[in-house]
């Protein structure tokens, strides 16, 4: 078992003991070096680019939560759905798991 934030439970394979990181800043350093960290950068700069500090983005999204409201919840409330809705759909999804596998729930049932 390996992990990297138990440097008890850590063993490096025979002949790699020198080569592998001991710490976890040494781990951080090995990381900030590497090729992932390149690539981890380079598609949070992207992501960054794309949607941080995007007003258009952000009226979309809005105008896309209010699409979404249902007509009986208040527009103000930070829930599409009310809480009877949300119980009438569960219910209908349990019916329809009970009717998909009949001979499951009547074995369970005894």
């Given at each position: 078992?390996?992990?990297?934030?138990?440097?008890?439970?850590?063993?490096?394979?025979?002949?790699?003991?020198?080569?592998?990181?001991?710490?976890?800043?040494?781990?951080?350093?090995?990381?900030?070096?590497s090729?992932?960290?390149?690539?981890?950068?380079a598609?949070?700069?992207?992501?960054?680019?794309?949607?941080v500090?995007?007003?258009?983005?952000?009226?979309?999204?809005?105008?896309?939560?209010q699409?979404?409201?249902?007509?009986?919840?208040?527009?103000?409330?930070?829930?599409?759905?009310?809480?009877?809705?949300?119980?009438?759909?569960?219910?209908?999804?349990?019916?329809?798991?009970?009717?998909?596998?009949?001979?499951?729930?009547?074995?369970?049932?005894?």
């Amino acid at each position: 078992m390996f992990s990297v934030t138990d440097p008890l439970s850590r063993s490096a394979r025979p002949g790699y003991e020198q080569r592998v990181p001991r710490t976890a800043a040494e781990f951080a350093e090995r990381f900030a070096a590497s090729e992932a960290a390149d690539e981890n950068r380079a598609d949070m700069d992207s992501y960054c680019m794309e949607f941080v500090g995007q007003p258009q983005r952000a009226l979309a999204y809005k105008q896309s939560v209010q699409a979404e409201h249902a007509s009986t919840q208040s527009k103000r409330s930070a829930y599409t759905v009310s809480v009877f809705m949300q119980a009438r759909a569960v219910a209908l999804r349990r019916i329809q798991i009970i009717k998909g596998s009949i001979a499951n729930t009547v074995v369970n049932i005894m």
